[in-house]
């Protein structure tokens, strides 16, 4: 049929290859999560049986003609099965009290099985009776052709496609309904959108190859001929699984996005918390790789060497570590506000107003008042002063539930205590005062 008969199946089979392994460790790990691995891998199969070589393999090691053929539909009953049971698992069903669309409930656990089985067996036992091709290099994708007209094999293939058709369809439909539930948001909305767009274009690479069959039994011309369904069904089936691939994807992506903002919010405060926590070392607890003893006789030769050292080892064991990023933020974050209870002792409770006036009168952020504060009560406690006996009523540092916004507020914090000129402006239009 064409020159290149294994380019649209290498063209899925490569990200398919690539989904089914990168979710094997999870899939391993998580029983919710093997469903959708199955889909895949049954899918993948079903492509790598499109193959040329592997056609020829299975030949070799069959000796039954189109035994790849065969296999390429049952692995794809298999992983449309699947779709739906994955589909049904994911998507919530009414809570109104209303009964389940029809579509719905034909695809329920046992009317799934029972209509799975039966295809199964039924274009197994009509897949003799179809034409056949005999020994190596045949290209499956031309097994479509030879059966045009024939009645055994288009019906092998009817049924086939019809099973595939309204499998997609129930998928898409429901993904869609989820889609536009006013409880769906987020990545769940983004994924649900993206599996019903692919599951409708699957269902229109049935609809395609089904209208050819039928067509060429009642002995009419195809719109557009071979060419056309080849083309055309090879474009929906490339896709579909784009498509499918790409809205299971979005969960992992966002999680995927999550870690890195995780990540780069433990790293981006490190200074504020190395800043504060020297300070006030007591509220580090766990272990810190300040504290580490592998360096105790350079602590004792060069301090300053020491220090340094202990610090960048600290920062770099930060940016290499990707484990426990929401409890290590979480923690960075707590010892923070830990530290700055502390030293909120160390500030006069009237510079609290005065300092929040002055700022405003210089035309600088609001998080300068903070900074401020907390650069003070650290020069007065180094300076072996004792805190003030009445503690003012208002914290220094406000955190809050949620990681992201309480580190989007405290890294401009950290940023202004170690600006000088903004510190120093401060300090000479207080002292004025």
Not at 12 to 19: D, G, N, S
């Amino acid at each position: 049929m064409t020159d290149t008969p294994d380019l649209f199946a290498w063209m899925v089979v490569i990200p398919l290859t690539a989904v089914v392994i990168w979710r094997t460790p999870a899939a391993l790990r998580a029983p919710q999560g093997r469903t959708l691995w199955f889909v895949f891998a049954a899918l993948d199969v079903s492509m790598i049986t499109r193959i040329s070589a592997i056609g020829d393999f299975i030949y070799d090691a069959t000796g039954i003609d189109d035994a790849a053929t065969l296999t390429k539909h049952l692995c794809g009953i298999a992983a449309v099965a699947g779709l739906l049971r994955w589909v049904i698992a994911v998507v919530p069903g009414r809570d109104d009290g209303k009964r389940e669309p029809r579509y719905r409930r034909a695809i329920s656990n046992r009317p799934r099985r029972v209509v799975t089985w039966g295809a199964i067996i039924v274009i197994t036992a009509i897949f003799p009776l179809a034409y056949r091709r005999t020994g190596r290099g045949t290209e499956d994708a031309d097994f479509i052709f030879q059966q045009a007209g024939h009645l055994w094999g288009s019906l092998h293939l009817i049924l086939f496609y019809a099973y595939l058709i309204f499998g997609m369809v129930c998928a898409s439909m429901m993904c869609s309904a989820a889609g536009r539930d006013a409880r769906a948001q987020g990545s769940f909305k983004i994924s649900m959108q993206g599996l019903s767009l692919g599951c409708a274009v699957g269902a229109c690479y049935g609809i395609v190859r089904t209208g050819y069959l039928v067509t060429r039994l009642a002995d009419k011309p195809f719109l557009g001929g071979d060419t056309f369904v080849y083309v055309a069904s090879n474009i929906t089936l490339v896709g579909c699984v784009a498509l499918v691939l790409m809205g299971s994807a979005v969960p992992a992506w966002e999680r995927m996005g999550a870690r890195m903002d995780a990540h780069a919010a433990v790293n981006d405060l490190r200074p504020l918390w190395a800043r504060l926590t020297e300070a006030v070392p007591e509220v580090v607890y766990g272990k810190d790789h300040r504290n580490s003893t592998s360096l105790n006789w350079l602590r004792q030769r060069a301090p300053r060497l020491h220090s340094h050292l202990t610090g960048l080892l600290a920062k770099w064991a930060d940016f290499w570590n990707w484990r426990g990023l929401d409890y290590r933020l979480r923690r960075r974050i707590n010892q923070i506000c830990d530290a700055s209870l502390t030293l909120q002792d160390y500030v006069d409770p009237d510079l609290y107003e005065s300092a929040e006036r002055t700022a405003e009168e210089l035309g600088l952020p609001p998080h300068t008042v903070p900074a401020y504060l907390l650069r003070t009560a650290i020069q007065r406690k180094k300076a072996g002063q004792e805190p003030f006996n009445s503690p003012p009523e208002n914290a220094i540092l406000h955190p809050g539930a949620d990681l992201q916004r309480t580190t989007q507020a405290l890294l401009p914090i950290g940023k202004a205590m170690n600006n000088r000129v903004v510190m120093s402006s401060l300090d000479r239009r207080l002292a004025l005062t």
